[in-house]
């Protein structure tokens, strides 16, 4: 207490706890945590609670043998695919992992599904597609032009399905003049590839048909997955026939398409690239008869104009005649100056090389030519007499330098050179022995001796 006696003030008490996160700011944290991890993830697995509520949206668990997780794809993805999912199928799914906030539910909001093997037949169509592209199968330099007005024109198809319906009604409405002939074939099953080929192989022995239509109607990948076989692949390119793939609706792809000299986005469009159409035809054809009606009248009233202006044009055959008389004495005076001129030209020049020729006679020459020679020859005995005379000095010089340096020259001024008995030559007295024969060398032949004392230079 102060002296006062006024009680001191209470103590404040600090909370030292850490922080408590709130459950949105905790399922916050965890979702951010979850989309900055996983930016885009490919599940495969079984779908199961499947469900489709009235806005549209996709609603469902994907599980294996031990573990499930919940999904979500919402209606502006789920309405670009091409299948309807069911309970119990295998898919594969792309999307992005992230948390249910409202409820703290880990889920995938999917942007896009397929079927489970939907993977490995797309890895498959790619292979091949390099491969094909690779040796220059899809190239436009190896492609075929079509005919603009086919005479005969051959379907590679089912009989019984919707494709051959199509393209039959599309040419009785254009042209049902041209003639179609059917190479019947299964178009989906494991079958479908050989027979596929073979019905290829047909149209070409029977090679009535100038263009060939392959294909079939809609359907799944793996509906179409035999006109993405390498075989008819190959078929296609080796026809001889132009061919025209016309496989699935317009958004189906397919390898016979890249292979196939023209692709057509459908069996009925390939109907109407090819065929021409009659009543276009009729139109032109009134539309040009027309204009050949027009353009003969104006012929012929052209032609009448001409003749008028022709006949008034017309002169008498006799003034020809004179003028034609006239002209040619005109070219017969001017011929017979030329002839003139050109002989007196010709004259002058047979004079001027005559008078070249007498300065060129074979007698001259062979008169000049003689006195070259004889110059020539004097010029080389000069030469030679006095190569020779240089040559010998330097044979001279070279004999006495020789001379000079030679052993027979050193013998000559009393020296002699000394072997022993082994014919080695004596160079110091300690090679020799007293009772060694030794051979001494001199000037004018050889004296034989016997060693009898020895003396070195030293004693």
């Given at each position: ?45 079984e ?26 794809m ?13 309970e ?5 799914i ?67 399905g919707?494709?051959?319906?199509d ?38 022995q ?9 294909g ?7 509906d ?54 009659q ?14 009606s027009g ?39 001017r ?8 002989i ?14 007498s ?18 020859s ?30 027979l020259?050193?013998l ?5 050179i ?41 004693d």
């Amino acid at each position: 207490m102060d002296p006062f006696g006024t009680p001191p003030p209470p103590t404040s008490f600090q909370d030292t706890r850490p922080r408590a996160l709130s459950v949105s700011e905790l399922n916050h944290q965890a979702r951010h945590l979850l989309e900055s991890s996983f930016m885009q993830v490919w599940v495969e697995g079984e779908l199961s609670g499947f469900s489709r509520p009235s806005s549209g949206h996709w609603y469902f668990s994907l599980k294996d043998r031990k573990c499930q997780v919940r999904c979500a794809m919402f209606r502006g993805a789920n309405q670009r695919l091409r299948m309807t999912p069911k309970e119990g199928d295998q898919v594969r799914i792309r999307g992005k992992v992230t948390l249910y906030e409202n409820r703290g539910d880990f889920q995938i909001i999917i942007e896009h599904m397929e079927p489970a093997g939907l993977g490995a037949l797309q890895q498959a169509f790619e292979e091949l597609k390099r491969k094909l592209q690779t040796e220059g199968l899809f190239d436009a330099a190896r492609k075929k032009a079509l005919p603009t007005t086919p005479r005969h024109i051959g379907v590679v198809t089912s009989p019984t399905g919707a494709a051959i319906h199509d393209i039959l009604t599309v040419l009785a409405r254009r042209c049902p003049a041209i003639p179609v002939t059917l190479y019947p074939t299964a178009v989906q099953g494991k079958a479908a590839t050989a027979d596929i080929v073979d019905a290829i192989h047909k149209a070409s022995q029977h090679n009535v048909a100038d263009v060939l239509i392959i294909g079939r109607g809609g359907g799944s990948l793996e509906d179409l997955w035999c006109f993405n076989e390498e075989p008819v692949a190959r078929a296609i390119a080796n026809c001889p026939i132009p061919t025209v793939s016309a496989v699935g609706h317009e958004v189906d792809v397919t390898i016979a398409d890249f292979v196939a000299d023209l692709r057509a986005p459908t069996p009925s469009a390939a109907a109407e690239k090819i065929s021409p159409d009659q009543a276009t035809w009729q139109k032109q054809l009134a539309e040009r008869e027309t204009r050949l009606s027009g353009a003969l009248a104006q012929t012929l009233r052209r032609l009448e104009s001409q003749i008028g202006h022709l006949k008034a044009r017309l002169r008498d055959p006799r003034r020809e005649l004179q003028e034609k008389a006239q002209r040619m004495d005109e070219l017969e005076l001017r011929l017979a100056k030329v002839m003139t001129h050109r002989i007196e030209r010709i004259s002058l020049r047979q004079q001027h090389l005559a008078q070249r020729l007498s300065m060129q006679t074979p007698k001259r020459q062979i008169t000049t030519a003689t006195d070259n020679l004889g110059r020539l020859s004097e010029r080389l005995a000069t030469g030679m007499q006095q190569r020779l005379n240089r040559q010998r000095e330097r044979l001279e010089r070279s004999a006495q330098t020789l001379h000079v340096v030679s052993p027979l020259a050193t013998l000559g001024r009393g020296y002699a050179i000394v072997r022993d008995s082994g014919g080695h030559i004596v160079r110091t007295p300690a090679s020799l022995s007293s009772g060694d024969q030794i051979t001494a060398r001199v000037s004018e032949g050889e004296i034989s001796a016997q060693v009898t004392s020895i003396k070195s230079a030293t004693d």
